[in-house]
């Protein structure tokens, strides 16, 4: 449905400031029907993509085509207009016009470009355009008189009255309050899903990311890091800095000795660990150990060690209470820290010795990131260097 | 709903899209401003490098005799000072009260604020012209009303008052520098953080302290900028010095100017005029200059905004009887010359006011002046040339406003200087030199000649206002409408213009005033057939008709007022509700 191939963009440099590469050789392939997520930290490029496809930022290199229509192409210096390219979008700030009422608003996309379907037809499809997103009968209000919840709602009707073949939305949860932003982000799934349109969605918050896409594409420093469903990138993880955006981990820098199969066994200050390896890596290689809050299995008592897994022997060193769970940062030897998650019924003391079994199918080794990933990532590989 | 995906798809482009374009509309626009701005300026230097009485387009001779005359006598560097003695003093006059006023309007509690605030925004709107005729009529030495009621009061035997000095003139240009100074200096108090001065308090200064310490030294930055623009207002300033200097032989660069190009005898001479206007432009440039590095060239288009502080008011206590009074004393003496006006325009025959004349009051000027054709034709011309150039020339400010926020590049970059070099041209050497461009067109002497030039005068106010209006609205606005298919223009019209209306109208408002007040454009392009309220009433004067010349300028106040002082009382109930 959507095709973005090698798009590269740089915004050149403002008096006083340096050139920006915000896309690298991006190139992306979104199905008919899915909800597509671009997904990374503020400054990632993903706003720019977003907007090279809508049509509003023009790239210094690429092809885009929506359907079969090239929309972009450098090499055949096509470029189609955004007003033509057939889009809807839902803006961060929703961008719902002021001036007009709510019912203008959603018939807006209706009169453009010498379309005019006549009053009738343009009632009714405000209404039923009104009523999918359970807005009926608010038609006449001001647009300023709405809440934000509602703002949102008005700009999604608006955005899907004329049938585009692709719906971009640009963080459209951000501005909500949390517990609305929660209930929204599942309507607005089930509401996508059921009119079957393709969607592009961006947004910097991984949870919001996992509960809403079908396919999601991590980006960082103008470049897509990975792509697949939210499980699948969490669960094997390429790299440290896809590791740590998608949920949350201890990474520990290691060393791979022993590559076999799918396992392989890495070096770490508090010993060695069978794990998983990612695509890539081979023995020797400098990488990191994945280890997942929710992937040990926490034991007081000596266990018998099994075929599959490592165990490791810390102390408590501090116990975090985050009502349904704790979590609890594990003293390792060699100075290194373990985070973990328990159940708040099981919470141990302070100083208490602990045992945790790594199974080697929860734990993952990745490649490392080159200088320019997170600073986040940096920090923690930091602190557990220390 | 996917079904009937195709049905609703763009259908091909319309005939007349590429029409649309914004490159095209930015290089229309480009052609146009270019045109209107740098096509007086080339021809006025190519007039000042030309021998005297010729115009610029009938010689090929270059020549630096005019400036030669220029710097050959003394005449000269006693215009020079004369001008900048007269700037400066009625600045420092003008701006001084102006800060007082707005600090004892802002930050105390003296009574009328309110009412205060409405008077001098509206005042604005009253044309320098009338208020210059008022002076005369009170002060000069023969039958000014004020030396009458002195004389007679007092015993005097000589007049204590002239019109014809050079503090008169400082003094009544002073008296229309407050109101634009309180207008910039007003926000700029309102607007400062009180923690500021709190946090002076809590640390242990004393009111007094705080103020000389604190106060004092935050203001001083916008008081200096704001002088610096009344200099660069009052050197370009023509009116007051036309009607009250020149009788009293202060000649300014800017009389000196437009006498040259329209001598009372004798032929013009546009090669001396333009070579003197060459001066002038410098000079504007060069406070210009000052200006910026003043303010910062980052604060260009800064209005004051930003949020709405609730200022701490000092008490006045004992002071604030007596400085109220002061204060609406001053008031009493800048409408005076406006109340004389009013009263000469119900007498038969200009008299001093005394209760026996009372009886001869009549309508008669009024109608006499609205049945003459030569009236109704200048009503007619004034309301023309209002509607028209204010209309186009925020027009023409938006869509520029708009590229210039919307739009960065080398293009931009030039139609953005383009459009803001007008500041700097003093509208009487900007008249001349459309003047020059297009006295052998069909266009001169026409009504439009007076539209072309007052857009090319306000230009630079017009895309300042919408430029820092623009910049206000978030641009995915104008983003949702064209991806929701709506072309440029459509996206222009139906939604930044719309959202932009009240800064658009208040603009408009602005533009209209300040062209129907504005005597110095139709006055150097007057011929028989455009002549505009403003220009009628300057002959009427001239004629000699003070009566009648009354009554129109009443009518002119009065039209002023009629759309000003509505819109001021509604702007100030929005700003107390706010």
Known sequence: MLKVSHLERTYPAQPGGVAVQALKSVSLSVEQGDIFSLLGPSGCGKTTMLQCIAGLETPDAGRIVIGSQTVYSRDERTQVSASERGLGMVFQSYAIWPHMSVAENVAFPLLQRGRNPGREQIAQRVNDALAMVELAGYGNRSATQLSGGQQQRVALARALIHKPRLLLLDEPLSNLDAKLRDTMRTELRQLIKSIGITAVFVTHDQVEAMGISDKVALMCAGKVVQVGTSRDIYLNPHTAFAADFMGSSNLIPCVISDMGGERAIATTPFGQIRARAAAGLRSGDEAILVIRPNAPIVDARPANAQDDAAQVTGNVASVAFLGEKIEVQVRLPRGCNLVTMMNTFDAPAEGQEIRLTLPAERCIIVHRDNAAVSTAGDVKLAEVAA | ?578
């Open chain 2, 1 to 578: 709903m996917m079904a009937d995906v195709s049905a609703d798809q763009p259908s091909g482009t319309a005939r007349w899209a590429f029409l649309g374009s914004p490159r095209l509309i930015k290089i229309a626009l480009l052609t146009v401003v270019a045109t209107l701005v740098l096509g007086p300026v080339i021809v006025l230097l190519r007039a000042s490098l030309a021998p005297p009485d010729v115009l610029p387009f009938e010689t090929s001779i270059f020549t630096l005799d005019n400036f030669r005359q220029i710097f050959a006598g003394n005449d000269t560097v006693n215009l020079l000072t004369t001008t900048i003695a007269y700037a400066a003093g009625s600045v420092l006059l003008g701006v001084g009260a102006a800060a007082l006023v707005a600090w004892l309007t802002e930050r105390t509690d003296m009574p009328g604020a309110t009412a205060i605030r409405i008077f001098l925004f509206s005042w604005m709107a009253v044309p320098p012209l009338v208020i210059g005729f008022g002076w005369v009529l009170l002060i000069n030495p023969g039958n000014g009303a004020l030396n009458v009621f002195a004389r007679s009061a007092f015993g005097l035997t000589s007049p204590p008052f002239t019109i014809y000095s050079f503090w008169s003139l400082i003094i009544i240009t002073a008296f229309s520098v407050l109101p634009t100074a309180y207008v910039m200096l007003g926000g700029l108090f309102s607007n400062m953080d009180p923690q500021l001065e709190s946090a002076g308090q809590v640390h242990g200064g004393r009111s007094f302290t705080v103020m000389r310490r604190i106060t004092l030294p935050l203001l001083i930055p916008g008081i200096l900028s704001v002088s610096i623009f009344m200099v660069m207002i009052v050197v370009q300033a023509f009116e007051i010095p036309f009607v009250v200097g020149l009788s009293a032989q202060i000649r300014v660069l800017s009389t000196r100017v437009y006498l040259l190009a329209s001598p009372t005898t004798g032929i013009p001479n546009y090669g001396l005029s333009s070579a003197f206007g060459v001066c002038l432009l410098g000079l504007a440039c060069l406070l210009m200059g000052v200006y910026f590095r003043c303010v910062g060239t980052g604060e260009k288009y800064r209005v004051v905004t930003g949020k709405a502080f609730r200022p701490r008011r000092q008490k006045l206590g004992v002071w604030r009887v007596p400085v109220t009074c002061l204060v609406f004393a001053l008031f009493g003496i800048m409408v005076l010359p406006v109340l004389m006006i009013l009263w000469t325009s119900f007498m038969a025959s200009y008299q001093v006011p005394s209760l026996s004349a009372l009886a001869t009051l009549s309508l008669d000027n009024y109608s006499r002046a609205l049945a003459s054709p030569f009236a109704r034709q200048a009503i007619f011309n004034t309301l023309i040339l209002v509607l028209a150039s204010a209309t186009i020339v925020m027009l023409l400010g938006s869509l520029i406003a708009w590229f210039s926020v919307r739009d960065r590049g080398p293009a931009v970059r030039i139609l953005d200087i383009l459009a803001f070099a007008p500041t700097a041209i003093p509208p009487v050497v900007m008249v001349i030199a459309i003047l020059l461009v297009y006295i052998r067109t069909p266009v001169y002497g026409t009504i439009w000649i007076l539209v072309l030039s007052s857009v090319t005068v306000q230009l630079a106010f017009a895309t300042r206002t919408m430029t820092s209006a623009l910049t206000q609205l978030h641009k995915e606005l104008g983003d949702a409408a064209t991806v929701c298919g709506a072309g440029w223009w459509t996206s222009f019209r139906r939604i930044t213009l719309p959202l932009l209306r009240v800064q658009f109208m208040s603009g408009w408002l602005f533009v209209a005033a300040h062209t129907s007040r504005d005597l110095t454009i139709p006055l150097v392009l007057m011929t028989s057939s455009n002549v505009v309220l403003a220009s009628a009433i300057w002959m009427m004067w001239d004629f000699p008709d003070l009566p009648g010349a009354a009554a129109m300028a009443v009518l002119l106040v009065i039209g002023l007022l009629a759309v000003v002082l509505p819109v001021q009382i509604l702007a100030n109930r929005g700003r107390r509700d706010a």
